[in-house]
């Protein structure tokens, strides 16, 4: 059997990859077989076991591959001056793509592996892994924000990055449930909560004097 070069058997790792990605959208982790993605992928089993032992060391990738890419936004985020203009990068980062066809794929393709993940350990260890990174990296966010004076010392770092965390998958979830979502929309009402601006200040507002 001739050998392959490196770039030929990346592409033929990525093609098993997105395979996969199409299985799992369409019929869910537990019901699709390695069969199915060899026959999506348009490859022998023997071809594909020779890179992935099974379903969940291609999740596995998908996760790694994920991560490189959050990890690289992360970083030119953070390379912004103030919090607010870390903010405008992550937004771009990370609710733009819900407006682009493979984003919601994406979105959906999530939402099934995490609910096969409450009874696979393996994929609960992928998504926790994420997760973390993720968390993480926003944690950073708001101690900088704080130290730079633009966010309120008062508030707990870690409750902090898991709110603003939970933001990006409850706009994937509800885009998929309600596709009349208009992501612009929903960025605008995330900078208004996030830059104090969701609540109208009224002048003078306070207890009205008894009697």
């Given at each position: 059997?001739?050998?392959i070069?490196a770039?030929?058997?990346e592409?033929r790792r990525e093609?098993i990859?997105?395979a ?5 959208s369409?019929?869910?982790f537990h019901?699709?077989?390695m069969r199915?993605i060899?026959r999506?992928?348009g490859?022998s ?9 099974g ?8 996760g790694?591959?994920?991560?490189g890419r ?7 985020a953070?390379?912004r001056?103030?919090?607010?203009e ?15 066809p493979?984003?919601m794929l994406?979105?959906r393709l999530?939402?099934l592996?995490?609910?096969?993940a409450?009874r696979n ?15 993480q990296?926003l944690?950073q966010v ?9 966010l ?21 979830l509800m885009?998929t449930?309600f596709?009349?979502l208009n ?6 009402v ?9 609540a109208?200040?009224?002048e003078g507002?306070?207890?009205k004097p008894a009697?």
């Amino acid at each position: 059997m001739p050998k392959i070069s490196a770039e030929q058997a990346e592409d033929r790792r990525e093609r098993i990859i997105q395979a996969a990605v199409e299985c799992f959208s369409a019929n869910g982790f537990h019901a699709t077989t390695m069969r199915d993605i060899c026959r999506a992928a348009g490859m022998s089993s023997g071809a594909v076991y020779g890179y992935f032992g099974g379903k969940e060391d291609i999740v596995e990738a998908m996760g790694n591959q994920t991560r490189g890419r959050n990890e690289s936004a992360f970083l030119q985020a953070m390379g912004r001056e103030n919090t607010g203009e870390v903010f405008e990068e992550l937004l771009k980062a990370f609710f733009e793509q819900f407006k682009l066809p493979e984003g919601m794929l994406g979105t959906r393709l999530d939402i099934l592996l995490q609910a096969e993940a409450l009874r696979n350990q393996k994929l609960e260890g992928i998504f926790k892994t994420g997760f973390g990174q993720a968390h993480q990296f926003l944690c950073q966010v708001v101690k900088k924000g704080q130290a730079q004076g633009e966010l309120n010392p008062e508030l707990d770092v870690e409750s902090a990055a898991f709110v603003l965390m939970g933001m990006v998958p409850a706009l994937g979830l509800m885009k998929t449930f309600f596709p009349r979502l208009n992501v612009d929309d929903y960025i605008r009402v995330v900078k208004a909560m996030v830059g104090g601006d969701f609540a109208v200040k009224s002048e003078g507002a306070g207890p009205k004097p008894a009697g």
